[in-house]
């Protein structure tokens, strides 16, 4: 009977926002369904907390982000008797952090952990003991089945940054897109030209780009005039129901590589917005806008553009925080804007390489966390991570199946 541990951190380096950051507070549904497939008459399954990972023979691990990867590094010890499996929507690349896992596991894991445990490897696996460097072909696998209560897999916009939209294909052809639950807003994000009200005063939707001219660029055509026209509509049909007013989180990318932090940013978003609100003789919209800088992710069209280590922009957005204020609509920027140092903690785990992984360990030091943000940048800087990160290319050796990326890089002009 083989041991099983899914490895709970007491204290993650850095956690998530939330006024309750637990493990059981977040819905981690792909790692529920693979401890809820373990065939419990040959495996035992249980928590387990870092200092108890020598106790099993194999410990669950769920990727979702840079800073799980930093937990990771930080509890997981180098020399265990435990093989650690990893998995989750952060893992698109363990080169740096390799000698912290035995199984990399790349895409949806449903129906395979039984294989695993038993020594069979599919297509998405790496063995770091077959292949220490990484220097094999992997296939992010897509969905089996679909799991609770999602409605589909993948996206079907393919917005050219978006990581998700480009490793997760459809399943249920005609079903819905779903992502993670957000507490506060509507259960799922959805986009904003197909924003429909319900009986919640607060919805979540992505946007992502301040101009007409960016959206544009990165596949998603919403122009300025529908804009308006889709929050008319939205605004009028909350205060037709009564409501004293609407509230939307729009998600924003800014930084993208023909961007520059200019004194007038928002300026188009204002204008915009000001024509909304000399339309509108009722209701009352709050907009909060939710800013985060462009980052390129491995296997999307914009895998190979260059992302922007510069605070300025950090401070720029800081600087225009009220986007626009009138007599129904009022748009802020949320003032947590990513610093240049996160960014670089979010590009490193995606293209940093073997030779790295001593920078990864530097990294997920409580000293060099407890740094400032622009003490970490420098940090980096002198040690010549962000050039080389800047240079890099993605890792060649995973890719999805049927989906081609490059041909769209082609077509817009970028290199993949």
Sequence with gaps: MAKLGVLVYPRKLKERATAAPYFDNFAYRGLRAVIGEVDKRNHAVRYIAPHQIDECDFVLVSLTSAWDILSLIHYVPIRRRAKIIAGGQGLVNPRPFMQYL?????????GQI???????RGANVLD???????????EYRQAQYLLGDEADTGCIRKCFFCGYGWTHRSLNRGGNYQASDDALYSSSEQFLSELRLTENVHYSAGLDGWSEASRRSVGKPFSNTSLVEKLKTLTEDAAARG???LSLKLY?????????PLADYTGEMARALADLDGKLSSGRLVIFFKAT????????????????????????????????????????????????AELAHMVFFRRAGREESSVAEMMSRPKYLSLTA???LAALSVRGVLGRLT??????????????PERVASQMGWTY
């Design 102 to 110: 035995d199984l990399a596991v790349f895409g949806r894991a449903e």
């Design 114 to 120: 039984n294989e695993l445990i038993d020594g069979g």
């Design 128 to 138: 770091v003991e077959k292949d220490p460097a990484a220097e094999g072909n992997y």
């Design 243 to 245: 409501w004293a007013r």
């Design 252 to 260: 924003m990318i800014h930084a993208y590589p023909w961007e520059k």
């Design 293 to 340: 800088p462009f980052c390129p992710e491995p296997m999307t069209p914009m895998a190979r553009c260059l992302p922007c280590f510069d605070d300025a922009w950090r401070t720029m957005l800081k600087n225009q925080w009220l986007v626009y204020q009138g007599s129904h609509v009022e748009a802020r920027i949320h003032m947590t804007v990513p610093s240049a």
């Design 374 to 376: 622009g003490l970490k």
């Design 391 to 404: 240079d890099a290319a993605p890792w060649s050796g995973l890719r999805v199946p049927g989906l081609n």
